[in-house]
């Protein structure tokens, strides 16, 4: 390649009219994750090339992406009349490693029932520490990129263009940085319900009394009968109890958390109607609490 012939292919893009970039001016990425996964990039790529990527998605130059486990294939048009072929593999994380990830996962409440109900725990990378292993590229021998441009530079604006609309596609769906990791969506949630289930059972297993215990409880019980007077009030230690009734940081967690029941046969959505339910199981107890407060 000489470098003239360089400098003409540089020099100019053909217009297409491909995928266009919601962020037109200012910083790409709406949500915290999607930041993480460009400021890893910025560590990792020239920002010469960062910036005249920026403008190719910018002005729709990549005509489209398809994202499967661990690798990204897109078409970016440059300056000839056939657009370049851009591939992006990013190392997927060994089994083993998911293994300890979901077990840190699990092990917090809040992750388990965020990440089931479809959000992204702010801090999830503490669990990915946990288990010695990064979630967002962390070194360049976590990605691997080619483009069938002349550009010499790896990567050319080509594949940080790609780089752009992909932050863009993590604001909408954040599972798509585990599915390049290895795993879907689907596959996460499988591992954390397994875990969760296993946790919920054998908690009350442990907790059940002996028989002694059980016997004793039994004789220093006071009957029914002999406190039906007072049965509704409460007692001194109760007192300073004080209860707070507020919408779920997570909605419809238990329905979430364990997933469409077997026995669903209804062709409506399980998951979007008991979310509605719980809705509205909330905004009513929210009501009934700001009615007794008055």
Known sequence: MSWGWYR????????????????QKGQFGKT????KWLAALERLVDSARLSRGRSYARSGQVLNIDIQ??????????????????????KPLPAQDWERV??????????????????????????????GVSLFPATQGDLQTQCSCPDWANPCKHVAAVYYLLGEQFDVDPFLIFRLRGKSKDEIMSMLRARRTVTEVA?????????????AMQETAT????????????????????ISIERPTVDAAPVKRLGT????????DFMNMFSIMYRAATEAALQTAIGEEK
């Open 223 to 242: 009957p029914l009968a002999d406190c039906l007077e007072h049965f509704w009030e409460a007692s001194a230690g109760l007192v300073d109890l004080h």
């Open 203 to 215: 908690v009350p297993a442990a907790e059940q009394p002996d028989e002694e215990s059980h016997t």
């Open 32 to 35: 915290w994750w999607a930041g």
């Open 102 to 131: 979901a077990d840190a996962m699990a092990a917090q409440a809040i992750f388990a029932a965020k990440l089931l109900a479809g959000e992204m725990p702010q801090d999830i990378e503490d669990a990915f520490a946990a288990a």
């Open 69 to 90: 486990p661990g690798q990204v294939n897109a078409r970016v048009q440059g300056s000839r009349p056939t657009p370049y072929k851009v591939q992006i593999s990013i």
């Open 8 to 23: 003409h292919e540089s020099s100019g893009r053909r217009p297409a009219n491909g995928i266009r970039a919601q962020t």
């Open 261 to 268: 029941p077997g026995f669903w046969r209804d062709r409506s």
